[in-house]
C-alpha cells in the first residue's frame, strides 16, 4: 500500500535550519508530482511547496520563497524540505502529500 513518512521536525529557534524527509513507497514515485503542505494551530492546511516528477520545476507559496527550498531523490524515493531563516510562524504539522495520498506529518515548532 502507499506510505508516506516525513522525518526531520523538532524545535529550533528562529533564523535556525531543519530539513525535512519523506519516504515514498507503494507508487512509481519517479512519476508523481510532490508536495509539502503545513498546518499551524487553529489554521486551514495550507500549500507550503511542490515539486515536479523529474524535479525540473519547483513553486513555493510566497511567504517561504527564498528561505524554503524543495527537492527530490527519485533513485532513493524521497522529497526533501531545507527550510532556513525559520520563524515563529513556520511552527506548524509538515505533510508530505502525493495526490490523493497524505503522510501523517512531523511538528516543526520555532520558538526561542
Known amino acids: 500500500q502507499v506510505q508516506l513518512v516525513e522525518s526531520g521536525g523538532g524545535l529550533v529557534q528562529p533564523g535556525g535550519s531543519l530539513k525535512l524527509s519523506c519516504v515514498a513507497s507503494g507508487f512509481t514515485f519517479s512519476s508523481t508530482t510532490m508536495s509539502w503542505y503545513r498546518q499551524a494551530p487553529g489554521k486551514e492546511r495550507e500549500l507550503v511547496a511542490g515539486i515536479s516528477s523529474s524535479g525540473g520545476a519547483t513553486s513555493y507559496t510566497d511567504s517561504v520563497k527564498d528561505r524554503f527550498t524543495i527537492s527530490r531523490d527519485n533513485a532513493k524515493n524521497t522529497v526533501f524540505l531545507q527550510m532556513n531563516s525559520l520563524k515563529p510562524e513556520d511552527t506548524a504539522v509538515y505533510y508530505c502529500?502525493?495526490?490523493?495520498?497524505w503522510g501523517k506529518g512531523t511538528l516543526v515548532t520555532v520558538s526561542s
Open positions: 502529500y502525493a495526490p490523493p495520498y
